[in-house]
């Protein structure tokens, strides 16, 4: 089971713009971002700012951490921004 | 004793024909942009040339004085480098020198100051070259007061006017 | 005083007299400096009801304690007067060299009023201030005008000035400086064309003594290092604000056709990503070292320095998906000394105005040459569209009727920035109740607002958020007048700035009054807008366009969002509620008092009653 994930600001420069991220059983926003955050050498927290979006649309008016993920799911990693 | 490469300058022998100022910004923008040379040649009245160039001062002002730690000490050649990325061109490092010798540079507005080629100045090979030796490279001794030689241009030009006219030389400038 | 000059200079174009003055301590104690100084001074002394292009408005150049050392991007002023476009209060900022000559001259301030009688521009160097003849530079493009200044007057001099748009006091044009730096939104620039000033010409030797000149150096190399130890800091220095182009095409906040939507198809081609791959050079504010001025060369091989707002404004809100195009139009509002928001918006509405029959103009969405001849004309003035256009969205829709009021974005006058917020109601309590009208400048919560995951909600956190934006952003930082950058985009700590301060002036001011400072100068905003709209003056002013209410999102993952206006009824009461301010958007006597704006209140009330 595969997802898209892209990766903007700051976190792309470690993790690169765009990877493809094999997942096993039952996989959860959650897992992605342990898997990813060990791959980074840093946390992506939720809480910390990170928006995380799959499809389009906010985890958090999904279902959260919890969250399923499907083959295919797009999952996007935005950074918190401020400028203008 | 360390020997490094200094710039003499003796600009009773400086003709002001300005071949220096063309080799540098050919050097340093590969093209011929007096504007953005490193060493400059001033003439404050006809006959009186001054040659305005970093000395290398000992205890370096411009580097102390740079907010944002732009500017370093070049450990072989004892040149000022400037760090154009660093440099927010706040101009500290031009008050900070006693003779106003770092300029912004016309193009994007940073601290520009002579770095010695590397080690091997271009400005002193046309001067030589053209038989005028207004400005030689030595190896020098570090117990000169360099700061001698980092006066600004119209009080230097005030003494040249005297060494060549006597007291008249106080009026003319 | 010390870091403050304590003095101000006072030009009445009319009679040709420059004064420079010292200003009372008072000043600078409860106002501190830059807006704080120009909405004090606006209201003292500004007639009730002038005319904004008319010789009685004021022109203000106000900088801070902390502008011009050699401390974190203090490298800024701010322009203020009444606005031509919006009728109330207007200001912008500029980081410009002129910011820090002006200061170079030990002035904290200049006020300009009157109108001479030609075109002239005004010479500060040092003590000594002239008002010369401009005939050789009115009618010049702004970068070829600052060109010939510079040469007459030097390289290293602060210039601030107008383009056409401002000499024909077209009512967005700005002041600009340094080929793309521009402040004054609601039309100062118009203001400064309405008095025949074509530019004002800085150059001083020395900035104010400040209280602890050794100790303020010190702090200024610290926070320089820290700056550029901040996580953030290599990313910024990639692309700067032009990120958020792909942040908001991600969550749908791009704005695309007049606002219409907030995904635009073609939003790769003009994001940072694109434009780090075209970058020329860089380019920034005196004293800054987290430069934002990313410069490409333009589809006409000409340089354009870009930034987020101006490649939205002028490239997803009208269709031009290409950013080397985009970089043309910007660049020509530069020239024009026209702000990009503006245009870009007003592009907008003339495009779907005239897709609806409304406008006779040649201009289609992503049509960038034909955008490019319309915002020519808006410049000069030219045949009935950039007449009509030249006034601004409110007014042009008022004039064409047609219902062209519904898809005029803009709130007060003031065109809105770069947000769509048809599912942002905190950016849109911001855009409504940003105090020169619709600007992001104050409070940009909309970051916040989706990390926070409660987009769609219409909670009272949020107007708390707006209003703790607005007392950093809008009040302190405007005051002190040094960007806010490096605190918001970097995290550099807020309390560095008490520190700066006390170091520069002597003057120690904890960051809660620093904040209070920010609701005084609010509170007095908001009373200047209320003695000029008089009765006029509603609630509704602090409203956000009808579009994101009544027309939903019809593409991207966000189709059907829109905002809902009870949930805004009450986040805006919540606003006020917080604030101290009554229903209509007041502040009550109780709140002027608290703040230490008694007498200000009292005349007021002759105009208004309180509660």
């Known amino acids: ?84 | 004793m360390e020997r490094t490469v200094w710039i003499v300058r003796d600009h009773l022998r400086c003709t002001g024909c300005r071949r220096c100022e063309i080799a540098c910004s050919l050097h340093h923008e590969g093209r011929i942009w007096p504007e953005a040379s490193r060493i400059r040649i001033f003439m404050p009245f006809p006959g009186v040339e001054v040659i305005h160039l970093c000395a290398q001062c000992d205890d370096y002002p411009c580097v102390e004085a740079c907010p944002v730690e732009a500017l370093r000490v070049d450990e072989r050649t004892k040149a000022v480098l400037v760090d154009r990325e660093k440099c927010t061109g706040c101009g500290a490092c031009i008050e900070a020198c006693p003779g106003h010798i770092p300029f912004l540079h016309p193009g994007d507005g940073k601290a520009t100051i002579c770095d010695l080629c590397g080690g091997d100045p271009e400005c002193v090979k046309v001067c030589v070259e053209a038989g005028y030796r207004a400005i030689y490279a030595v190896e020098e001794e570090v117990n000169v007061n360099r700061k001698l030689f980092a006066r600004p241009p119209l009080e230097v030009a005030q003494d040249i006017a005297v060494n060549l006219y006597g007291e008249k030389g106080l009026e003319v400038i | 005083m010390k870091g403050w000059s304590g003095r101000l200079l006072r030009v009445d174009l009319s009679k040709g007299k420059c004064v420079v003055e010292e200003y009372p301590a008072d000043l600078a104690m409860r106002f501190v400096g830059g807006r704080g100084f120009a909405v004090k001074l606006l209201w003292d002394e500004l007639p009730p009801g002038a005319d904004p292009l008319g010789p009685e408005n004021l022109l203000i150049i106000a900088a801070g304690p902390l502008t011009g050392y050699a401390i974190p991007s203090s490298g800024k002023l701010v322009v203020a007067s009444k606005s031509p476009l919006t009728g109330g209060y207007g200001d912008g900022n500029v980081g410009t060299r002129a910011a820090v000559q002006l200061r170079r001259c030990r002035l904290d301030a200049v006020v300009i009023k009157g109108r001479a009688e030609k075109p002239s521009y005004l010479v500060v160097e040092g003590d000594r201030v002239e008002i010369r003849d401009a005939g050789d530079l009115w009618g010049l493009d702004a970068f070829k005008a600052e060109d010939k200044l510079l040469e007459e007057h030097g390289r290293d001099v602060g210039v601030l000035l107008i383009g056409p748009s401002g000499e024909n006091q077209v009512r967005f044009a700005t002041v600009v400086s340094q080929r793309g730096r521009a402040g004054g939104r609601p039309g100062m620039g118009a203001v400064m064309g309405s008095k025949n000033l074509k530019a004002v010409v800085f150059k001083g030797d020395e900035e104010p003594e400040a209280a602890d000149p050794q100790k303020l150096r010190e702090l200024g190399r610290e926070a320089y290092r820290e700056i550029t130890e901040k996580p953030n800091y290599d990313f910024w220095r990639r692309q700067g604000t032009m990120a958020t182009i792909e942040w908001c095409q991600e969550n749908s906040t791009l704005p695309t056709y007049n606002f219409r939507e907030g995904v635009f198809d073609e939003a790769d081609a003009i994001s940072g990503s694109t434009m780090e791959r075209m970058v020329v050079k860089q380019r920034g504010c005196p004293n800054c070292n987290m430069i934002c001025g990313n410069v490409i060369e333009d589809a006409e091989g000409v340089e354009s320095e870009l930034d987020y707002e101006n490649v939205a404004m002028l490239g997803s809100n009208i269709g031009v998906g290409d950013l080397k195009k985009v970089a043309v139009l910007n660049r020509v509002c530069d020239e024009l000394g026209l702000d990009t928001i503006s245009a870009g918006n007003t592009l907008g509405f003339a495009i779907e105005a005239a897709e609806k029959g409304l406008l006779d103009i040649d201009v289609a969405w992503g049509d960038h040459e034909g955008a490019k001849r319309l915002l020519e004309d808006i410049a000069y003035r030219r045949g009935e569209a950039g007449e009509l256009l030249s006034l601004g969205v409110r007014e042009a829709a008022e004039r064409l009727g047609g219902g062209a009021s519904d898809f005029a974005i803009h709130v007060k006058g003031l065109e809105c920035s770069a947000y769509d917020c048809h599912l942002c109601p905190g950016m849109a309590l911001s855009f409504g109740t940003s105090p020169i009208g619709a600007h992001h400048k104050d409070a940009w919560v909309i970051s916040w607002e989706i990390s926070s995951g409660r987009r769609a909600e219409y909670i009272p956190e949020k107007a708390d958020k707006v209003i703790e934006f607005q007392r950093i952003r809008g009040g302190m930082f405007e005051c002190l007048v040094t960007c806010r950058f490096p605190w918001i985009e970097l995290g550099f700590e807020l309390d560095w700035y008490p520190r700066f301060l006390e170091a520069a002036t002597g003057v120690s001011m904890s960051l809660d009054e620093l904040l209070t400072l920010g609701d005084r100068v609010y509170a007095l905003i908001r009373a200047f807008w209320v003695r000029e709209y008089g009765g006029e003056w509603s609630r509704r002013m602090d409203y956000p366009p009808r579009r994101w209410f009544e027309e939903p999102l019809t593409k991207g993952p966000l189709k059907g969002a829109h905002l809902e206006l009870e949930g805004y009824d009450k986040l805006l009461q919540a606003y006020y509620d917080k604030r101290g301010w009554d229903e209509r958007g007041i502040p009550t006597r109780e709140t002027f008092r608290r703040l230490g704006l008694e007498s200000e209140a009292r005349q007021l009330e002759r105009f208004v009653e309180l509660h």
């Open chain 1, 1 to 84: 089971m595969r997802v898209r994930v892209l990766v903007f600001g700051e976190l792309s420069t470690r993790l690169g713009w765009s990877l493809d991220v094999e997942m096993g059983e039952a996989p959860t926003i959650r897992g992605l971002l342990k898997l990813l955050s060990d791959r980074a050498g840093a946390s992506i927290r939720v809480d910390g700012g990170v928006t995380v979006l799959v499809n389009g649309r906010n985890v958090n008016l999904l279902g959260g951490l919890d969250t399923e993920l499907r083959d295919g799911d797009l999952v996007v990693l935005l950074p918190p921004l401020s400028g203008g």
